[in-house]
């Protein structure tokens, strides 16, 4: 019978060097998966890559650290097969890769919007078509998207646009890989407290988005934290495998669809 446990499972984080993806890197080896393989994006990143893989190996679980830029098909190819040639198989496979543009549309440029579109979109589409490849029978697979998919917002229409795509991908995806018994879903968090949220928003923008969420007042910077999320994610790839095809807004409220 299939067990939808993380213990002694091999699980694939993308973007799995710091933020969200390194504390699911931490959290899922002292949760007692077995191997997890931490991916990066460059050299900028490789510090906390090895430190997160440091923390996992200190929870008991084994790390590989592989590195690529997954804005081309190839490179995400390789990112699967180098970490099946290390690890043997990806149980579950996560893809927390992403970047922000908060701009007016007037002024986007060409190299701007093809920047966002190569993160967030195709970067996200050729993980789940390798997932699909290559995660094993019964695997999960999850994707983060946004809840502004869920705003009625200015300055936000590459970023929201291009994880629009993620959440049909999903669908589509968990329809494909459902024979396989492999789940697929999406998180949509709302403005979390990392680097990735402050480097875009201006103080008042960001006075606003700590008070948005009806939930607000209970939390410490009333912003969505990682910590938050990351319950989520592992009862999505664990015992909430039933769900499939879903994307989910996780925000304390801050908006809803």
Same mark, same amino acid.
């Given at each position: 019978?299939t067990?939808?446990k ?11 060097a710091?933020?969200?993806g ?5 959290d ?24 997160t893989?440091a923390a996992v190996?200190?929870a008991?679980?084994k790390?590989?650290?592989?590195? =690529?830029?997954?804005? !081309?098909?190839? %490179? /995400? $190819?390789?990112l699967?097969? &180098?970490?099946?040639?290390?690890? #043997? ?6 893809n927390?890769?992403g970047m ?7 002024e ?8 966002m579109f190569a ?25 983060l ?10 300055f ?22 459902? =024979?396989?018994?492999? !789940?697929?879903t %999406? /998180? $949509?968090?709302?403005?979390? &407290?990392?680097p990735?949220?402050? #480097? ?5 923008a ?12 209970f ?6 934290h990682?910590e938050d ?5 592992r ?5 909430g495998?039933?769900?499939?095809g879903?994307t ?10």
């Amino acid at each position: 019978m299939t067990t939808h446990k993380l213990k002694g499972k091999t699980v694939l984080i993308a973007g799995g060097a710091k933020n969200l993806g390194g504390l699911l890197a931490r959290d899922f080896a002292e949760q007692g998966a077995a191997t997890i393989i931490v991916h990066y994006h460059s050299a900028a990143s490789k510090a906390d890559a090895t430190a997160t893989a440091a923390a996992v190996e200190s929870a008991g679980a084994k790390a590989i650290l592989l590195q =690529a830029d997954l804005t !081309s098909a190839d %490179a /995400v $190819a390789k990112l699967f097969t &180098d970490a099946i040639a290390q690890a #043997g198989h990806i149980d579950i496979a996560i893809n927390t890769v992403g970047m922000v543009l908060k701009k007016p549309i007037v002024e986007v440029s060409e190299a701007e919007y093809d920047t966002m579109f190569a993160v967030n979109t195709k970067a996200a589409f050729f993980f789940l078509q390798q997932a699909g490849e290559h995660v094993s029978d019964n695997g999960k697979v999850c994707t983060l998207a946004t809840s502004l998919l869920g705003a009625y917002t200015p300055f936000y229409a590459t970023y929201a646009g291009a994880k629009a795509a993620v959440e049909h991908f999903t669908r589509s995806a968990s329809k494909e890989f459902g =024979a396989r018994g492999i !789940s697929v879903t %999406a /998180v $949509a968090p709302g403005p979390m &407290d990392t680097p990735f949220f402050y #480097g875009q928003e201006a103080p008042e923008a960001v006075a606003y988005h700590k008070t948005a969420a009806a939930l607000s007042p209970f939390s410490k910077t009333g912003l969505t934290h990682i910590e938050d999320i990351v319950p989520l994610i592992r009862f999505l790839v664990t015992e909430g495998w039933w769900i499939t095809g879903q994307t989910i807004l996780a925000n304390g409220g801050y908006t809803t669809k």
